[in-house]
Each structure stands twice: as C-alpha cells, then as structure tokens.
C-alpha cells in the first residue's frame, strides 16, 4: 500500500498568521467576524461540499487601500504537497466542469481554488463589496523544512469574476500597509482581454443553460418523484417573475428573499401574491408606460395566482421551490454579465417547454447566437445615433446587441460625465423598439432589456403585421410618433409569408433610410421569398447575401441561413455590384449531442472572431487583418426579379477542377456522411462504431 502524506495545514496556517503578524496585518480566523455583511456573505453562498451549512476561510483580512477603499481578502492554508492549485487546460483556476457545474473536489481539496470559492461568495451576496482578493496559501515538508506556495489573484464584478493573477509572492509582506500602494496598481492592471471576455461570457452561458435544465426537468416531474408538476406553458413566465422580483430596483424597491415567502394561504399574502406584490412595486419604480406595466402585471398574475403553485406541499409552494434556485443560483450570475443576452440563454432552454402553435414551424423560435447578432448590427453601422428596431423581437437579443454597440460608441465620443448619462437614458428610452406577439416570449424580452438597465420602455406585444410604426406606448408625450428607425434587424419566423420577407416589407416600407440586415432562410432569395424580394428592390437596394453555417442554430434542424444586407430608401440599380460571400465555415465548429454539454457541441476552432472581424471588414469596405474568405467573395449584379440573391447562384462553375478540387469534394462528402451517420445514431440512442 502506498504512504499517504500527511497534512501539515496546522503548521502551515501558524506561517501565514505568523507573517501577517510580522507585517502588522489585522487578520481574523475562521470562526472570527470580520463584520456582519462579510458573514451573512459567507453564510449565504453554498458551501465548498455544496451544501448550505456556510464557509469558514482559514484567515481573513479586509484590507484598506491609500484611498480608503476596502477590500475583502480569503486566504485558504492546505497543508500537503500538490494542495496548492488545480488549473484547466486554458490555465485558469478550475472550479467548473465543461457543463458548468461546481467541482466540489477542487474546492474542497485546493487552496487556490478554495480561496477563490470564498472569494466568489464575497461578491456574489454582499452589496457593498464589488472585489475581492483570493488567496492560495499551501506548504509541504522537504527533509525537514517547510516549502511554501502562494497564488494570489484579484476578482471584481466588472471583470466578471474572472480570476486574474496579481503577481507572483513568497510571502504575505505585499499586504503591509507601506506597499498596499503598490497592490493598488497592480490590480488597476488587472483588466480582461477580448478573448478572457468572450471565453467568460461563454462559461457563464453554459452554467446558465445547466442550470435551467436541473431546474426544468424539477419542474417536469410530477409530486409522486419529487418534482414541482408545473405545466410547460406556465415555466416561462414563472422563471421571469422570479428574476424581476430578485432584482429589486436600486435603493426604492429591495430585491425579494427567499425568507419573504412564507407560504401563507391568504389572498394577499400566499407565496404568489407577495412575488407579484414585489414585481409591481419594481415596475412602478421605473420610468415605464402605463401600458407595459398593465400588461406584464396582467401576465405574471395568470400564473403566480394560480392556487396549484403557491399552495404549499410538504411546507413550501412551488413558488419558493423555483425562487430559490433563482436566488441562489442564477442571480449571482445576472449581477457579474456585462451587456450578455442572459435570457437569449434562458429563452433557447425554455423553448423546449413552449409547445408550438397550430401553423408554427420547429425553427420559428430559435435564438439567434450573440456573436451574429452583434455582427449583424455591426453591418448595419450602429452608433449612439442609431434607431433601432426588431419586428420579431424573441427574446431582445439583436437590441440586446444594438444596446451595446450604442452605449459604446456614446462612451467613446461623449467627455462629460453629465451629457453621457444623457444619452444613455435617451438611447435606453427612445431610440430602441422591438415588437413580439406571443406574451411568454415577450416577457423574455422585457426581462432582457430591463437586465441591460432598461431598454424596456419600447418592446411591445404586438403583431408586426398590422403595426403602425409608431412608439405607442408614451414615457413622455412620444407614443403617437412615429419610431424614427434607421436600422432593422430580423431574423423571421421562417414558417411565416415569403420564409418571413413579410416583415421586412412591412419594417422597410416604413423607413426613409438607413439599413437593414436579415437572417433567414437562404432559399427565401432564390424564389421562395416572391413576391416581396421583388418588391423590396422597387426602393432599397441589396448590398450583400452571406451563405451563413447549416448548423447555425444547434439543437434545431439543419436549415441553411443567409443574411441579406440592404441599404433602405435607395431602388437597386441593376449594374451595381453585390457582394456574395461564402460564410459557411465561420471558425466555429458545431455538434448536436443531445446529451453533451455546450462546450462540447459548439466550440471555436481558433478563427472564428478574426473570421466574423473580417466578415465585417469586408462588407464595410475597411481594411482587413485576416485573409480567411479568400476565394469565398464574389462581386456580381443582380436582376430586379428577386430571385438570384444567394452565393451559390453566383458561382462560377467554368473553371477545370484540379486534383486538389476532387480530393476536397471527397474529404467533404465524407466529413458529411460521417457527421449525418453521428447525429443520426446520437438521436436515436444506437452506438456507433468506426
């Protein structure tokens, strides 16, 4: 049997205090208060084993820079060699899997992981602390001497809690008051990279989507196993009830607890009633017409008063089942996300419980990935002065997207203070509009922008084919105006007139200028979108057609895309040249395992943002960095029919194929039957051998 090293943690943890000690650094244990907040944080998060029974750091400090800011410092001691960190393959600290569930084991067994999870907990359920400071403390005997090991890393809400690395130490003596200074600007330093960025938002995408399906498939199942037995139709507006009355609004409405629900039978005092109570008093708070509220209040109310949800079974509703896992579990997340389409990854699990209606197609509600969506706004050249609208709004994630490139480019050209805030709210309250019919959609919608800080004034559940244009719905005197667009964004139901060119007749029709871009079914410009692509080209004129990926929306089936770029209030001229561009392969690589987790059926091959960057450049005639479409762009002309306006109806099918040509058609159709033959049996549950 092999020797198990014994632990020295004890040994270890009397260095540090006797470090800190040395260095006259106030510190306290681990059965020490700090102060109340930093309790009641560390109280309140789950444990490192997963549970509720709180977290006890081995030394704390909260430390007090030149200019007087505090921050919170969790050091955790482990006493044995190779205790110190366990790194992923990307080299950041380990505490989630590829699903994105919590890996206890790291926690438990790491300092550095540990101390990060403490960290986290800071951050995650306190109001006053926005960062923190983790720290890894793990020593090992070596003939009789004691090594030790220090990882010391900085994590803020602005950076996502996203570990970063402040420098490397041998000991505590950074934290003395004479180079607290000097701590100071190193973690100024501390910001995140694009890639860090992206690679954040997608971690915290696939904790989300894991999340919501534990927590679906609770909801699914019936009293008999455990389950809550709350209907498919009802799910939706439940979650986003529950994530309003969790917010709260800034220093007028406090954010709902979990103890607030008491699961009392009354009319106006039963576990519903107090959540809809909560989601009024928020909706008040905001600067929104009469008429969203009387329409939100009027959908959450047909579900949190239902009696079957806010009766108590076993001594808790429903309603405090589904809360908790809200306020435990998601709202950390919604708090640490900047300008992410949070309930683009709600909305894409909680499609799977809306049931379709009589006439609906199966890709008629589908999100549309974040990274097009800012692509798309981005071909259409969205600025601070940008009005945008969506006639088929979903869950908000093009104004979602729009909201951010707006509020950027305000930041990057407004100096004052005052005159930015200015704008913000004026882009926030006027200049987005977004339309969607059905009301457990819309909700999602609303939800998002309010989440964004609230673009919410102007999302509307209407029908976009009898919509006048106008805002409607009045924060001051605006409502019979008519919206101003000078940008549309649309990706349709395809099931609808014309694959859904319908809608864009109707948008255009009622815009003097500007531009517009549209994901939809490819084949809509080939024939399948008359009579309205013939109509479209009578005033406004096509500048690109981009053949997007056929498995863009994972988990729906294959239907091949393309985006078609019009600049508005211009009629084609048939000598002018369109770019037809060939985007099928986008850098990202794309599965459909029913059981695999978002990392693994959607990943970046490592050119898929300097492929959407050069995408960009060359639709916008800017100079490119990459050469990654080369041979995938061609310059043609275009009848006024509306039936030619897809890459492949623009190829050049002269050329003599080479032997390089048939070795790639050879490599393709079998990349394609290996990929169909994967799928299929993965669908039906069969293994495959090869």
Known sequence: MAKTTKSIEEKVEDIAKKQLDEYQVVHFAKTESVNTEIDEALAKAESKSGGRGGNYPDIKLLIEFPDMKRIPVMIEVKGKK????????DGDVMNFNEKGEVIYENIKRYAVNGAIHY???????????????????NGYDVAGEIKTQIGVYY?????????????????????AMEHLASLQSAIKELTL?????????????IQIETILQKLNQRMEDGDESGGLNIKAESRVQLVCGMILAALGYKDVVAPLEIVDLKGQKGKNTNDGATVLNRIDDVLNSKNLPQEKKDTIHSIFSAILLDENYYTPRNGESPIKS?????????????????????????????????PLRPGDD??????????????????????????????????????????????????????????????????QLFQLLGLEIRPEIYILAVLNMILMGDGSTHILNKDSLTYEGKYEQSVESEGDKPFPANVFLLNPPYSADGKGFVFVEKALAKMKNGRAAILIQENAGSGQGLPFTTRLLERNTLLASIKMPSKLFIGKAGVQTGIYLFEVGKKHDPAALVKFIDFSNDGF????????????????????????????????????????????????????DGNDWTYGQHQSHNAIPTVADFRKSVSDYMAWQISTLLTDTSQSGEAVFL
């Open 362 to 427: 199966k890709n008629d509600v589908v999100l549309t990935p974040r990274y097009v969506t800012e692509m798309m706004a981005r071909l259409c050249k969205v600025d601070m002065n940008s009005f945008v609208w969506d006639y088929t709004a979903g869950s908000g994630g093009f104004l979602v997207s729009a909201m951010k490139l707006m509020i950027e480019d305000a930041k990057q050209n407004i100096k004052s203070e005052r005159d930015l805030a200015t704008k913000i709210e004026q882009i």
């Open 82 to 89: 190779g205790d110190f960190a366990k790194f992923g393959k």
């Open 322 to 354: 589904v809360f908790t896992t809200i306020k435990d579990d998601i709202m950390p997340m919604f708090r640490s996300a900047q300008h992410l389409d949070f309930t683009g990854r709600l909305f894409n699990v909680l499609t799977s419980w809306i």
């Open 193 to 205: 990279t694009e890639v860090e960025k992206e690679r954040r938002n997608t971690e915290y995408e």
């Open 155 to 175: 994590l803020s809400r602005e950076n996502m809690l996203l570990p970063k690395k402040i420098a490397d130490y041998s000991d505590l003596s950074f934290l």
């Open 119 to 137: 960290a986290k907990a800071i951050i995650n359920y306190s109001k006053s602390f926005q960062e923190t400071i983790a720290i890894g403390f």
């Open 589 to 640: 690589i794309r599965q459909d395992k029913k059981k695999a987790s978002l990392s693994k059926n959607f990943r970046d091959d490592g050119t898929g943002r300097e492929r959407y960057q050069e995408l960009v450049d060359i639709v916008l005639d800017r100079k490119r960095s990459t050469h990654h479409l080369d041979g995938h762009i061609i310059k043609d002309t275009i009848t006024l």
